[in-house]
C-alpha cells in the first residue's frame, strides 16, 4: 500500500479562543448596530416624511381654502406678492393652469425653478412626489384639480411644490451619525471584548500555567478551583485527579525499577561471584561441574523473573488478545490438584474443590492464575492445614472461585499491597518470604484481561481467602459488570 504523506499544517492557522471569542462578540455587537440602525433611520426618516407631507397637504388645504373665499383675487395676489420678500421654503411655490392649459398665475421662481415637466398628475394614492431641481435643490410636488373659481374660472389644476430641504439635510445628518455612532462603538466594542475575553480566559491561562510548572519532582502540585468559574471547576478537579493517577504511577514505577533491579542484581552477583571462585584456581572436572549446577540453578531464577516480566508487559498492552472458550471450572482445579497432589500429600496438606460452573476465559492464563494461587497457598499452610477451592455463582451473574488455606495469614497493613509488583510479605517475626512478589501481581493481570477482578482476604494465623470473581459471558463476549 503506497504511504500517504501528511499534508503540513501552516503554523498560525488555528486562531487562539480569545481571538475567536473577541471576533464573535464584535460580529454580535456589529450586527447589532447595524440592525439597530437600519430600524432607527428607516422609522426616522419615515417620520420625518410624515410630517412634511401633513404640511404640504395643510399648505394645499389653505390655497384651496383661499380660492373659495369671495375676494380670492386679492388672497392669491397678496400670496404671491409676499414671495417676492421671502425665501422659497418659507411659502410653497405656486402655479395655476386653466383648463385650456394656460398658466393663469404663478410664484415668482416658479418658473425658474420648478418647469412645468416636474409635475405629473397626482397618482390615485395621492402620493406626494420628490423631485430634484437643476440647482439640487429637492421639492415635494403635487397636481391639485380645481373647483369652479374665480382665477382658472371653471375647472383648471394647481401645480404645488413645497421645498423639502429640511427633510433631505436631516436625513443626510441623521445617515452620517448613524454611521459615526456604529463606527465609534464598534471600536469601544472591539477594545471591551478584548478585554472581557482576556479577563474571562485569565482562569485558563492560570490553569496553563500551573500545568508549565509541573514536572516530576512537582507531581504532588494541585490547581487550587474555589476562585476558579464554575465552568473551570470540573476541569480543575479533572486535572488534579489526573496528577494523582501520574503522582501514584510514578511513585510505582519508581519502586517498580528499584525492585526490578535488585531481583536482577541478586541472581547476577550470585553468578559473577561463583564464576569468580571456579576460575580462581585449577579445579577438578567435579567441582566445575558443581559450580555449572549451582549456576544453572541461578539461571532457571533469572530466567522466571524475565518470562514473568515479559507476561505482564504484554498483559498491559494486548489487553484483549485472549484465546476465549468455554471452561468447567471445575474440570480445570482438579487438573491441577493432579498436578500438586504429591506435594501436598508431602506437606501433610489437604486439597479439597467443591462446586461448579463454565466460565468464558483463556485455559492457559486461568490455569497460570489459579496454580500461582495454589501454590502460594501451599507454602504458606502449615503441616495438617487444608487447602480448598470452591466454585460458586456470585452476584449479577458473575462467576467466582475461591481459594482458601488455613495458612499464617497476611497482617492486614501488607493487603492493599499484596498485588503490587515486587512486594513481598515480611512481618516482624520472620524474613522476607522467599519468591520474585509476582505472582499476585499475574493473577491481577490475568483477571483485568478477563474484564474481572480479584480480592483478598486474610487474618493473621487463621488463614487467606483470595475469590476470582469472572464476568457473565453473553454470544462468547465477556460483559464488563
Not at 4 to 11: A, D, E, F, I, L
Not at 191 to 214: M, N, R, Y
Request: with cysteine.
Amino acid at each position: 500500500m503506497p504511504r500517504r504523506n501528511k499534508v503540513p499544517q501552516k503554523p498560525g492557522r488555528n486562531w487562539s479562543i480569545a481571538r475567536r471569542l473577541a471576533i464573535l462578540h464584535i460580529a454580535a455587537v456589529c450586527i447589532s448596530y447595524v440592525l439597530f440602525g437600519l430600524v432607527f433611520y428607516g422609522a426616522r426618516t419615515n417620520q420625518l416624511r410624515n410630517a412634511d407631507h401633513k404640511i404640504f397637504r395643510q399648505e394645499v388645504a389653505g390655497i384651496t381654502r383661499m380660492l373659495r373665499e369671495p375676494n380670492a383675487l386679492e388672497l392669491v395676489g397678496e400670496e404671491l406678492r409676499s414671495q417676492l420678500y421671502e425665501p422659497d421654503d418659507v411659502h410653497p411655490l405656486l402655479r395655476f393652469i386653466d383648463r385650456g392649459g394656460r398658466v393663469v398665475r404663478e410664484s415668482p421662481a416658479m418658473g425658474t425653478r420648478l418647469p412645468r415637466s416636474a409635475f405629473v398628475p397626482l397618482p390615485k394614492d395621492n402620493r406626494i412626489n420628490l423631485w430634484k431641481s437643476g440647482d439640487g435643490d429637492y421639492f415635494q410636488l403635487a397636481v391639485i384639480p380645481l373647483e369652479e373659481n374665480q382665477l382658472t374660472g371653471k375647472g383648471g389644476v394647481l401645480q404645488v411644490g413645497v421645498t423639502a430641504r429640511e427633510q433631505r439635510t436631516m436625513g443626510v445628518t441623521l445617515r452620517y451619525s448613524m454611521i459615526a455612532f456604529i463606527g465609534w462603538g464598534l471600536l469601544f466594542a472591539f477594545i471591551c471584548s478584548h478585554f472581557i475575553v482576556w479577563l474571562g480566559l485569565k482562569p485558563l491561562e492560570d490553569i496553563s500555567q500551573t500545568a508549565l510548572s509541573i514536572t516530576k519532582r512537582e507531581l504532588h502540585t494541585r490547581i487550587d478551583h474555589s476562585t476558579l468559574p464554575v465552568e473551570l471547576v470540573s476541569l480543575a478537579e479533572s486535572f488534579n485527579s489526573m496528577l494523582a493517577r501520574l503522582e501514584e504511577s510514578f511513585a510505582r514505577l519508581s519502586h517498580y525499577s528499584g525492585n526490578l533491579a535488585h531481583e536482577l542484581r541478586t541472581p547476577i552477583n550470585t553468578l559473577m561471584m561463583a564464576a569468580d571462585i571456579a576460575l580462581s584456581r585449577e579445579r577438578s572436572a567435579e567441582e566445575y561441574r558443581a559450580a555449572l549446577t549451582a549456576s544453572l540453578e541461578e539461571f532457571g531464577r533469572l530466567s522466571s523473573i524475565i518470562d514473568r516480566m515479559l507476561f505482564l508487559a504484554r498483559a498491559d498492552i494486548e489487553k484483549q488478545d485472549l484465546f476465549l472458550q468455554p471452561l468447567e471450572a471445575a474440570s480445570e482445579i482438579e487438573n491441577l490438584f493432579d498436578y500438586y497432589l504429591d506435594a501436598a500429600e508431602e506437606a501433610g496438606i489437604e486439597l479439597t474443590t467443591s462446586g461448579n460452573a463454565t466460565i468464558l476465559a483463556d485455559q492457559t492464563l486461568i490455569r497460570r492464575a489459579l496454580s500461582n494461587l495454589i501454590r502460594n497457598s501451599l507454602a504458606h499452610t502449615p503441616a495438617g492445614g487444608s487447602v480448598s477451592v470452591s466454585v460458586r455463582q456470585g452476584p449479577q451473574s458473575t462467576t467466582e472461585i475461591t481459594i482458601a488455606d488455613t495458612g499464617c495469614g497476611i497482617d492486614p497493613v501488607h493487603l492493599p499491597h499484596i498485588f503490587d509488583r515486587f512486594y513481598r510479605v515480611q512481618n516482624d517475626h520472620e524474613k522476607v518470604r522467599e519468591g520474585t512478589g509476582l505472582g499476585l501481581a499475574i493473577v491481577k493481570a490475568i483477571m483485568q484481561m478477563h474484564l474481572g477482578s480479584v480480592e483478598i482476604e486474610s487474618e493473621p494465623g487463621v488463614g487467606t481467602r483470595v475469590t476470582l470473581s469472572f464476568p457473565p459471558a453473553e454470544n462468547g463476549k465477556l460483559t464488563v459488570f
